[in-house]
């Protein structure tokens, strides 16, 4: 393959330019927090304030806020992003059937000796995982990521030795610079992973409808000196203008998704977030979480929120594994929902709907005389897995 790129290649005020994200030094597990202003073409929103930390002990220096690809279509608000000064850029061989990473590649072209690129990977065994590694080299036009995450563990059994031999192999190659894990369940994940000290960064669910225990295994990540990446940041992201706000308008909080954020990037033990940005606005309002502390009135805010969205947001808790008598994964099923209704993203809540197996998607709840799934936090399983099964089926 030959190489696009060469490999060579919390909040003060201070620097003047973004801070390339391979060139820190700093003692393993102290967070190092910087923020600066930039100046980039002229807009509005084009000297955003922006705050770094260490990812762990990789010694690599991300922006707080980075860009969570996965539901971008529209390359310009990435190009965008990497221009203003984020750092941190994430994707999946998965994501919009694998044309998310070539998208992504183009955009960022540029600047990528400046940026810290992720993607990540579903494959099963060895052999499936290092195909898919110079599949997303080829599409990203890279030779190199710097974080290589095996994708959606959210069980231990998810996970391999095998999986992990494949990852130092990449590594040994000079293809990923540093390994990870991304899971939905990190309380039972990121035990495992300390144990196995076999990753060097752990992409994890994280936000303010969690409880206090995650905040306990994050510490333990930090203390181990993994980085900890944080996802579904904003809740389910029922965002003002969603096309199908008319669903949830009750949902829509003005500047509750702003707050939410601000509520992850509080905990300096997360190092940097990867919020969806969809669009020019949306890149404008997620850089200001950066700008300021969370505030006492943004606390009020989210606790409104909570009550609202309490009927529909699955806090991916795990107290339901098991628990419903036709063997359905409900906490997965509830996922999807939250891509079609709260990010506006039907074709991909289908198709995560469609790829479970057969005996799975051929459940319909309304066969059921009652429901055994009991949410401790209010979520109406029962009729939010009948909507999955009839948007999707």
């Not at 790129?5 to 201070?14: C, D, I």
């Not at 003047?16 to 929103?45: C, Q």
């Not at 006492?296 to 409104?304: F, H």
Request: aromatic share 8%; proline share 5%; glycine share 8%.
């Amino acid at each position: 393959m030959k190489p696009s790129t060469s490999r060579r290649g919390f909040l003060q005020a201070g620097l003047a330019l973004p801070v390339a994200g391979l060139a820190a030094r700093a003692s393993v597990g102290k967070a190092i927090v910087e923020s600066t202003s930039l100046a980039a073409s002229p807009s509005p929103d084009s000297s955003p304030q922006l705050s770094y930390r260490l990812l762990g002990k990789t010694g690599l220096k991300v922006t707080s806020v980075g860009f969570g690809c996965m539901i971008t279509s529209d390359a310009s608000v990435i190009e965008r992003g990497a221009d203003i000064g984020i750092t941190y850029f994430d994707t999946a061989r998965s994501y919009q059937h694998g044309n998310n990473e070539r998208m992504v590649g183009a955009a960022i072209k540029r600047k990528r000796k400046d940026l810290v690129l992720s993607s990540k990977s579903d494959g099963r065994n060895k052999a499936e995982l290092l195909n898919d590694l110079d599949t997303s080299l080829r599409e990203l036009g890279t030779d190199f990521l710097d974080v290589w995450y095996l994708h959606g563990r959210d069980r231990t059994s998810d996970v391999s030795d095998e999986m992990f031999e494949a990852q130092q192999v990449a590594k040994q190659q000079g293809k990923t610079r540093f390994t990870g894990v991304s899971t939905h369940k990190p309380k039972d994940m990121i035990p495992f992973l300390v144990k196995k000290n076999a990753v060097d960064v752990v992409l994890i669910t994280y936000n303010f409808t969690m409880d206090k225990g995650m905040g306990e295994v994050i510490e333990q990540a930090s203390e181990a000196g993994m980085g900890v990446v944080a996802m579904k940041v904003m809740a389910g992201g029922y965002r003002p203008g969603n096309p199908r706000r008319a669903f949830y308008p009750q949902l829509s909080k003005p500047g509750a998704l702003l707050a939410a954020l601000k509520w992850v990037l509080k905990n300096p033990k997360v190092n940097t977030t990867i919020p969806s940005m969809t669009d020019m606005d949306q890149l404008a309002e997620n850089l200001k979480a950066m700008a300021g502390p969370f505030t006492q009135v943004e606390e009020k805010l989210l606790a409104q929120q909570l009550e609202h969205i309490a009927p529909f947001y699955c806090r991916m808790c795990g107290e339901c594994d098991g628990a419903c008598s036709q063997g359905l994964p409900v906490a997965d099923l509830l996922r999807y929902l939250t891509y079609a209704d709260g990010y506006g993203q039907f074709s991909l809540g289908r198709e995560r709907f469609l790829a479970l197996p057969q005996e799975i998607t051929a459940v319909r709840c309304r066969d059921c005389a009652s429901c055994t799934v009991s949410c401790p936090y209010g979520v109406q399983v029962a009729s939010r897995v009948a909507r999955a099964q009839e948007l999707f089926a």
